[in-house]
């Protein structure tokens, strides 16, 4: 069975200062693996997404994931956080080798609160 | 460029009332998505099409009925609501499948009362 963990329901961060959101997951074969940002009110936005290749990704807005087989995991990073980056973010996972056309797992999210 | 426009955004129904929940994207998508997201929960899967005339169960399907007919809509339908499915709905669309970018709706919030 496929899952994913976000292990910090909130990140609180300061301007400026690097941000870390936390992403692991369990996947029977190879992942695919993703990130999403939500803004208040608004629906889900792609930041970025690992298929293959290279371990790190880069995405919208200045942010970039490194993919970890053997931590099964996919850190969300950010060199420099911005107020303006204050929104929920989630990890999904799918598992390449799954059967189903629409299955791609949802973490719980993690609510990062960049202070000025 | 309107992307995946959903309505109504905002909803209170009675228990046992119906309704259906409107999905339309103009992006030529061959698969569209319902998730419902509940607080601290995520996303769970509710339906989804991978082309018109076809559509399939996701994880949390009961209650729910989904129809196909054209690429650009996906309506999501509750028959007899209960309070369990007071939730935010998401719809959303991609052009080849869960491994591309989705996009998705601002939503409809939902309460069953």
């Known amino acids: 069975a496929q899952s994913v963990a976000q292990p910090e329901d909130q990140v609180n961060v300061a301007e400026g200062n690097p941000l870390t959101v936390k992403c692991t997951y369990s996947v029977s074969g190879n992942p695919y693996l993703f990130w999403y940002v939500q803004y208040p009110n608004r629906g889900l936005q792609f930041l970025l997404k690992y298929i293959t290749g290279d371990n790190l990704v880069k995405g919208s807005y200045g942010f970039e994931a490194e993919f970890n087989k053997s931590q099964t995991s996919f850190h969300l990073k950010k060199p420099s956080a911005l107020v303006s980056d204050s929104a929920l973010y989630f990890c999904?996972?799918?598992?390449?080798?799954?059967?189903?056309?629409?299955?791609?797992?949802f973490g719980k999210g993690t609510k990062l609160s960049v202070k000025p | 460029n309107a992307g995946v426009t959903q309505t109504p955004k905002f909803r209170i129904l009675k228990i046992g009332q119906s309704m259906t929940l409107q999905c339309a994207q103009d992006?030529?998508?061959?698969?569209m998505y319902w998730y419902r997201q509940d607080p601290g929960m995520g996303l769970k899967l509710i339906y989804y099409s991978v082309g018109a005339g076809i559509t399939d169960k996701g994880e949390v399907p009961n209650g729910y009925n989904v129809s196909r007919s054209t690429t650009e809509d996906f309506p999501l339908r509750l028959e007899l609501a209960a309070p369990s499915q007071t939730s935010v709905y998401f719809c959303?669309?991609?052009?080849?499948?869960?491994?591309?970018?989705?996009?998705f709706g601002q939503g409809t919030r939902l309460t069953v009362v």
């Open positions: 992006m030529n998508h061959n698969y």
């Open positions: 999904a996972v799918r598992d390449k080798d799954g059967g189903s056309q629409g299955n791609l797992i």
């Open positions: 959303a669309s991609s052009l080849h499948g869960p491994n591309t970018e989705a996009f």
